[in-house]
């Protein structure tokens, strides 16, 4: 099992920053890919972005160039750094870690609040 917690949601203005924290525990020898999903109100969840145990990366369309994805595999932990933040980046932000392990489900935090004011 691998426990996820979510920090550093919060309010901002439009074009403010935030800086998202996310630690795993449990079995982190386990994890491979970790990352940061969203779900805005009577929205799907989608994703945000993505990093490998490697550092491989990978972002949605809307959030590129303005947000960076980091791992910190010392400290089991995945950050995602916004800038440039837009009223529709409001959203609830669920940090995820996916097991190498064959067969495995994806793991979730509770997710943390963000929104953008305008």
């Known amino acids: 099992q691998v426990h996820l917690v979510e920090s550093g949601g919060g309010l901002v203005q439009a074009g403010g920053s935030l800086r998202l924290s996310c630690a795993a525990s449990g079995s982190i020898f386990t994890i491979d890919a970790m990352g940061w999903y969203r779900q805005a109100p009577g929205k799907q969840r989608v994703l945000v972005a993505t990093?490998?145990?490697?550092?491989?990366?990978n972002y949605a369309d809307s959030v590129k160039g303005r947000s960076t994805i980091s791992r910190d595999n010392v400290k089991n932990t995945v950050y995602l750094q916004m800038n440039s933040l837009k009223p529709e980046d409001t959203a609830v932000y669920y940090c995820t870690a996916v097991s190498e392990l064959p067969g495995s489900n994806p793991y979730w935090g509770q997710g943390t609040q963000v929104t953008v004011s305008s």
């Open positions: 990093i490998t145990r490697g550092g491989d990366t």
